[in-house]
């Protein structure tokens, strides 16, 4: 009878043992799965690839003839990172303005005091200053210009960048 108990508690061991030993397996995930790539997992989590970059869609920029009339001009505030200086500029919707002390040249294409984007269409939704924007093209020789949209109740928005100047909407000037 000891011999019994004996052989049936090695033989418990050598099995809980063996358990120990029984490889663990991974679930198997489906193709396509966000962790997977080319049918192999990549251990992150994380999509194989990202999606491209949305295209840029040209919009028609409509001003009606009632902000027309009533913005005649913008007033920029143009700073030198440099010399650690802000001024504030005049400018009359469809005129430039150059630099002082610089090669770079400002020209301001459009005023919106109420900016809205559709899908085809820029335009103002009021003549009132409730999301006023401007767009400018920003150029200096040797640079590619700049083409965009200065936004005075948030300026973070699509900045222009440069390493010497910060050029900043500050509002519309009415007639």
């Given amino acids: 009878m000891k011999k019994l108990l004996a052989v049936i508690l090695v033989s418990g061991l050598v099995l809980s043992f063996a358990g120990c030993k029984k490889k663990e397996e991974k679930p198997q995930l489906p193709p396509g799965h966000p962790s997977m790539e080319g049918g192999m997992p990549t251990g992150t989590g994380m999509p194989a690839a990202m999606p491209a970059a949305m295209p840029k869609i040209d919009r028609t920029v409509t001003v009606s003839k009632e902000v027309s009339t009533k913005w005649s001009a913008v007033k920029l505030a143009v700073e030198d990172k440099v010399a650690k200086t802000k001024k504030e500029y005049t400018i009359a919707v469809g005129s430039e303005l150059a630099v002082p002390n610089t090669?770079?040249?400002v020209k301001v294409l459009a005023f919106l005091p109420d900016f809205k984007m559709g899908d085809k269409e820029i335009t103002s939704l009021s003549d009132k200053s409730n999301n006023p924007a401007v767009q400018v093209v920003v150029a200096e020789p040797g640079k590619e210009d700049w083409?965009?949209?200065?936004?005075?109740?948030n300026p973070?928005?699509?900045?222009?960048?440069?390493?010497?100047?910060?050029?900043?909407?500050?509002?519309?000037?009415?007639?």
């Fill in 103 to 105: 090669k770079v040249k």
């Fill in 147 to 153: 083409k965009g949209w200065l936004f005075s109740l």
């Fill in 156 to 175: 973070s928005i699509h900045p222009f960048s440069h390493e010497k100047l910060a050029i900043t909407l500050v509002g519309g000037v009415s007639k």
